[in-house]
């Protein structure tokens, strides 16, 4: 019994150990969760900024969520004016901690991997702790184009 090859195919992604540039917000998610601690090789532009502008997103969302579980049954103290949150607070904390510990990880991945693709080193990550400009020169660094040198990082 024979097979046919197979054909290539023009709207393949490639690989994961490679970059994929113009990708689509789902693929830029699926991407993120599927190399979740994957420290070497590259991630593009829209890979970083897609899912930046998703967790945003969730985290704004999952934050609405807490403050509506937070007020939802809160009580004021009318003598001394002190407040209590809903007793559903805590569970809006855990979910809210639950996502930032679930996506910690991988999105300093996902950082190391862009800066990987502008061919710095994943180390200038750590520019961050530099109080006022550090962040600063990260987003810019996170911002720049593809530098094609930065394939020394691919395994």
Do not use: C
């Not at 097979?3 to 393949?12: D, L, M, R």
């Not at 899912?51 to 009580?75: C, D, E, Q, R």
């Not at 996902?110 to 400009?133: A, E, M």
């Amino acid at each position: 019994m024979t097979y046919a090859p197979a054909q290539p195919s023009t709207s393949a992604e490639p690989p994961l150990s490679q970059p994929l540039y113009g990708a689509t917000l789902g693929q830029a998610i699926k991407r993120f969760f599927t190399k979740y601690a994957t420290f070497s090789g590259r991630a593009s532009r829209s890979e970083y900024w897609w899912w930046t502008l998703a967790n945003v997103i969730i985290t704004t969302v999952l934050y609405g969520v807490l403050m509506v579980l937070a007020f939802s049954g809160a009580t004021v103290d009318s003598v001394s004016g002190t407040s209590q949150p809903g007793p559903l607070f805590g569970l809006g904390i855990a979910i809210y901690v639950g996502w930032y510990l679930a996506v910690l990880v991988p999105s300093l991945a996902i950082v190391w991997r862009r800066l990987h693709d502008t061919n710095r080193s994943g180390g200038f990550f750590f520019l961050s702790f530099i109080p006022f400009v550090g962040s600063i020169i990260l987003i810019v660094f996170l911002v720049l184009d593809t530098d094609p040198a930065g394939a020394r990082f691919d395994r």
